[in-house]
């Protein structure tokens, strides 16, 4: 999947990301990235613990202690703040809505969704799912630092959308694969319709933080002087040697500095984009030389990274 599956030309993103709030139509694929039945499961099964989820009604987030066990032990240890799966059904046949944040590191098909955006944006992507009675509010209206697509899976929604306080609301309803683009800073609030429970993803994406870029010329400057030491300072005249010293390294810095490599510091920041956005796709059990589920017997070598069918090869990482 990639941003062309959300709807979105990779022409509409060259220029810079939209300023405004877009609405465009999804994939059919889309559809499977979350399903009511992959929500029950993750909910009832996998042992979820905060802050792997969250509730929210009326604008106001609801006490773990209505939808969490206090604790969950066997005969090595404890765990607490673990889901409370009937408790969590009891929220939300009260109108509470129920939050999967960072479901890009525990839910495959969404981190794979959010890997290809992050290798189209450039950008770091996760990804949370919310999943909303009829007629209920979760959240009331707010901003957000980051951009996001929103991605209707099942029920509608009805948004209001707005650049700013003082700016006229828009509405935008989504019904399933509609998605609404959202640039970072915008308000916005959304409502389940009538009738209609919904589930929509939001793919949050983050531009890379200045200070990622200048760790990334760091390390490659620090390269230059791995394993050297100063050499030994005179005990009568420490000060002057060591300002001497650091002049002769600080030219020394700038020479390498103009002469850092920008194709590969820029190749090394987009994998750090991806690899910093969910999972890779590689089985830690294929590392270890199992062939992966449905692989024919005998192909492939152990440690090759081979993918599961669906998953894209390592070439495509």
């Given amino acids: ?59 106001k987030l609801v006490n773990p202690r209505h939808y969490t066990l206090a604790s969950g032990s066997d005969t090595a240890s404890t765990v607490g703040q673990l889901a409370d799966a009937e408790g969590i059904a009891r929220q939300v046949g009260r109108g509470s809505t129920l939050v999967l944040q960072g479901l890009q590191r525990f839910h495959p098909p969404a981190g794979r969704l959010a890997r290809a955006l992050a290798g189209d944006l450039g950008a770091r992507v996760f990804a949370n799912a919310y999943l909303t009675p009829d007629s209920a509010q979760g959240f009331a209206e707010h901003t957000d630092p980051y951009s996001a697509f929103l991605v209707q899976l099942a029920g509608a929604k009805r948004w209001l959308v707005r650049p700013s306080a003082d700016a006229p609301a828009q509405e935008v309803v989504l019904r399933p694969l509609d998605v609404l683009w959202l640039p970072a800073g915008w308000l916005h609030a959304g409502v389940a319709l009538p009738g209609s429970p919904s589930v929509h993803l939001t793919l949050a994406v ?33 000060q002057h040697v060591l300002e001497r010293e650091v002049d002769q390294l600080a030219a020394r810095l700038r020479a390498a500095l103009e002469g850092v490599d920008t194709k590969e510091l820029a190749r090394t920041l987009l994998a750090r984009s991806v690899e910093g956005t969910a999972a890779p796709s590689d089985r830690v059990s294929t590392v270890l030389g199992f062939a992966p589920p449905d692989a024919p017997t005998g192909t492939g070598t152990p440690g090759d990274g081979g993918s599961r069918p669906g998953e894209p090869g390592p070439a495509a990482r």
Avoid: C, K, Y
């Fill in 1 to 59: 999947m990639s941003l062309r599956d959300l709807g979105f030309s990779v022409d509409e993103f060259s220029g810079g990301w939209p300023d405004r709030a877009v609405t465009t139509t999804a994939h059919e694929a889309v559809r499977a990235v979350l399903s009511p039945d992959d929500v029950d499961e993750l909910v009832t099964h996998r042992g979820l613990r905060m802050p792997a989820f969250r509730m929210a009604r009326d604008g």
């Fill in 206 to 238: 983050n531009p890379l933080p200045l200070t990622d870029v200048v760790t990334a010329i760091t390390e490659s400057l620090m390269r230059q002087v791995d394993g050297e030491t100063l050499p030994p300072l005179p005990a009568d005249n420490a």
